[in-house]
């Protein structure tokens, strides 16, 4: 009797899992896929035939993304209200997204709220290279993107697996700083002149003292040397 009863919440688990696992496949970018900043990057996906259904996902929305599986920063809108069925587009990348390296993801989410708890269906793809870019990660992002919870591949089961705690993987947005320019060698000649400068101006300040005390000195002894002949 326990044993049946373990089964068939073990059932239902898994059925409430399923609710949150993407119907949806992205079959582009792969692992293996080095994107260009600047440039287009292909996405595609199709439809795995599971539940939820396409009238569960509603219109679909796309992200560029980073993060570990549980903490996630949305970098880019790449696209809103698309189609279920359209199954491939071509967006361009924003090089200030972020830098150089295989942080990256695709993030698909559904529009339609209303099943799962008010967590909508989600999409993962595999992470992927971006090259060409000129952005940053603060130190809360790059904590998040290193080790094996920011280098794990993001399948439906990590999805599922949020899912059942109630909660999908977290989504913050991030907007990436650009790259530091380096200083120019004619700015620091610039700070350097400057600093020649108020250092000579401040030199020269203990010699006209100088001056002026001989000239007072030589006053005083004309006039003693006046007062003598009257």
Not at 16 to 35: C, E, L, M, Q, Y
Not at 122 to 144: E, I, K, P, W, Y
Not at 170 to 179: A, C, I, N, Q, V
Not at 181 to 201: D, L, R
Request: proline share 3%; glycine share 10%; charged share 10%.
């Amino acid at each position: 009797m326990v044993a049946t009863k373990v089964a068939t919440l073990a059932v239902l688990v898994l059925a409430a899992a399923d609710a949150a696992v993407s119907t949806i496949v992205i079959t582009k970018p792969v692992a293996s896929t080095t994107g260009h900043g600047g440039k287009r990057l292909s996405v595609e996906w199709n439809d795995d035939g599971k539940s939820p259904s396409r009238r569960d996902w509603g219109r679909v929305n796309i992200y560029l993304a980073t993060g570990s599986r549980d903490v996630q920063y949305k970098l880019q809108t790449l696209d809103t209200n698309v189609s279920y069925d359209q199954g491939e587009a071509r967006y361009s990348i924003d090089a200030n997204a972020g830098p150089n390296g295989g942080y990256y993801f695709l993030r698909f989410e559904g529009t339609n709220t209303s099943a799962a708890g008010g967590i909508p269906p989600m999409a993962f793809s595999a992470r992927f290279t971006l090259d060409q870019m000129s952005g940053n990660f603060n130190s809360t992002v790059m904590s998040q993107v290193s080790g094996a919870a920011g280098t794990g591949q993001l399948t439906a089961a990590a999805a599922s697996a949020s899912a059942t705690a109630s909660s999908a993987p977290s989504f913050f947005s991030f907007t990436s700083t650009k790259s530091a320019a380096p200083t120019s060698s004619t700015g620091s000649s610039a700070a350097s002149a400057q600093a020649t400068s108020i250092k000579s101006s401040s030199a020269a300040a203990p010699n006209a003292n100088n001056k002026l005390a001989g000239f007072a000195s030589a006053l005083v002894g004309l006039a003693a040397v006046g007062a003598a002949f009257l």
